[in-house]
């Protein structure tokens, strides 16, 4: 059977683990914190799902060094813990491990993907998995899809048999470009939905909006050398509708707040807005590649530059 371990014991990290459980004899689900890994051990993930009988075949796990035989591994972690993680992951690893990213963010100190940082360590099989997944409702085997961007069949085969159920279905492209922008691209047009909401403006308007964005994130992916058609995958529609009009979306909540004019401490809220790195790096490709996209200079306006967001809607809106 094929030996699968996911690193990140997160609400998505271990959403994952009890669909892909289903398929395999057992999943090994890695947290770093060794109460975390006896409570998945007992049956459940206290910290994000108290109330969810996990199933039994999921092992917890605090020992990356278990991994070194595996045939997939699957990332969920924050952008920001990927290159410890896989400074860790190179010498234990095999050459043959497919390596599953989940990770729709930027890292802040080199602006670089997280396919990028994985390829930096090691020339691993990776690909990227993205959709309109709300670990809330995998975790309880709710129906849900996904995309995955593969580049070869013998890929694709392995994940089918990992992944696919009848809650759980996969749609495969191989666009890794356009698959992973989208779910950076998606977390800055949440971030304009929310700011919309909390300046109460009205829905024709804030869907207007919203339509727009999802234009321009296809011609930023087909500036970067993406398909502009993964857009309509579940990558792409699905999972912008859901980051954009979902109070689940941590960035559209961000948007919410900024557009209320309360600014939070992230640093005591212990919050992760992956969000607010792809802004910058969003802007500065757009920049590079004379690319106009008037909603990432609405939200880079609103949340880097604090800008006031009503004036910032009036100018967003005459370019409408």
């Known amino acids: 059977m094929l030996k699968v371990g996911i690193i990140g014991a997160g609400a998505l990290g271990t959403a994952i683990a009890q669909a892909v459980s289903k398929n395999l004899d057992k999943v090994y689900l890695y947290a770093r914190r060794p109460k975390v890994v006896e409570d998945i051990n007992n049956g459940y993930n206290k910290d994000y799902y108290p109330n969810v009988a996990l199933n039994k075949n999921i092992i917890g796990i605090n020992d990356l060094n278990l991994f070194k035989d595996f045939d997939c591994l699957i990332l969920s972690i924050p952008s920001a813990s990927l290159r410890d993680m896989m400074c860790q992951l190179t010498d234990i690893i095999s050459k043959e491990c497919i390596i599953v990213s989940t990770i729709k963010g930027i890292e802040k100190s080199t602006s670089k993907t997280a396919s990028e940082v994985i390829q930096e360590f090691c020339d691993n099989p990776t690909v990227v998995l993205s959709g309109p997944n709300i670990a809330r409702e995998i975790v309880l085997g709710l129906p849900a899809a996904t995309t995955i961007a593969v580049g070869s069949d013998s890929e694709k085969d392995m994940l089918y048999k990992i992944f696919q159920s009848n809650e759980f279905k996969l749609q495969f492209n191989n666009d890794l470009i356009g698959t992973e922008f989208c779910g950076i691209i998606k977390n800055i047009l949440a971030m304009s939905t929310g700011i919309c909401e909390g300046l109460n403006v009205n829905d024709s308007a804030k869907f207007a909006i919203l339509n727009k964005g999802f234009v321009e994130t296809r011609q930023i992916i087909e500036k970067l ?84 967001p009503e004036q910032s809607f009036e100018k967003l809106w005459e370019n409408i």
């Open 225 to 308: 050398n993406g398909n502009p058609n993964t857009i309509l995958d579940y990558c792409g529609f699905g999972d912008i509708v859901t980051a954009s009009t979902l109070s689940v979306s941590r960035n559209h909540t961000l948007g919410v707040l900024h557009g209320q004019k309360i600014v939070i401490d992230e640093s005591k809220s212990g919050v992760v807005f992956e969000g607010k790195n792809a802004i910058l790096f969003i802007k500065e490709l757009c920049e590079k590649n004379d690319i106009e996209s008037s909603i990432v200079e609405f939200v880079n306006d609103v949340i880097i530059n604090k800008k006031n």
